[in-house]
T-cell receptor, first 113, second 113 residues
């Protein structure tokens, strides 16, 4: 069975500081991993996805994530936070052969001016 | 942006009344999904469809039914709405291959009084 844990339901960082949002997954088969962003009153938008081609994945808006199999992690980072990054972020996992995504409970990112 | 619309976008109804939410896509994607989003729970799958007239349950399907009579439309019905079904409902679509992401609609905010 697949599951996702996002540590920290709320994260605050200063503008210009490093953003680190944590995601750990549980999967019995090779997973596909996704990060989505949700801005207020909007649907979810894909930030990036891991599909086994490369362990370091670059996404939109300067975000990237690194797949670490030994740690079963897929943490999201951005070197320098911008005010426009304030949103809720969701990590999701899909197992090979499974048409369903399982989402984490989300992390709300606040940027401090 | 993927062509996904949801209607209505907002609805207030009373306990015990039937409610139908509609998801319409213009992408001709095979898979369609209904999620509900609640604070502290992330997104949870209600039902999904893998083709016309082919549907299956998700993790929180009790009290909900779905129908898909055309590729482009996926309906979610609350037969007798309860206050616990107050939530934001999202439709998503996917052309299922293992590394394909899901594309999300704008959401429907449902309030059951």
């Amino acid at each position: 069975a697949q599951s996702v844990t996002q540590l920290g339901s709320h994260v605050s960082v200063s503008e210009g500081a490093l953003v680190l949002l944590r995601c750990n997954y549980s999967s019995s088969v090779p997973p596909y991993l996704f990060w989505y962003v949700q801005y207020p009153n909007q649907g979810l938008q894909l930030l990036l996805k891991y599909t086994s081609a490369a362990t370091l994945v670059k996404g939109i808006n300067g975000f990237e994530a690194e797949f670490k199999k030994s740690e079963t992690s897929f943490h999201l980072t951005k070197p320098s936070a911008h005010m426009s990054d304030a949103a809720e972020y969701f990590c999701a996992v899909r197992e090979f052969g499974n048409e369903k995504l399982t989402f984490g409970t989300g992390t709300r990112l606040t940027i401090i001016p | 942006d993927a062509g996904i619309t949801q209607s209505p976008r907002h609805k207030v109804t009373e306990t015990g009344t039937p409610v139908t939410l509609r998801c319409h896509q213009t992408e001709n994607h095979r898979y369609m999904y209904w999620y509900r989003q609640d604070p502290g729970h992330g997104l949870r799958l209600i039902h999904y469809s893998y083709g016309v007239k082919d549907t299956d349950k998700g993790e929180v399907s009790d009290g909900y039914s779905v129908s898909r009579s055309k590729t482009e439309d996926f309906l979610l019905t609350l037969e007798s709405a309860t206050s616990s079904q107050t939530s934001v409902y999202f439709c998503a679509i996917s052309e299922f291959q293992n590394d394909n992401e899901q594309f999300f609609g704008p959401g429907t905010r449902l309030t059951v009084l």
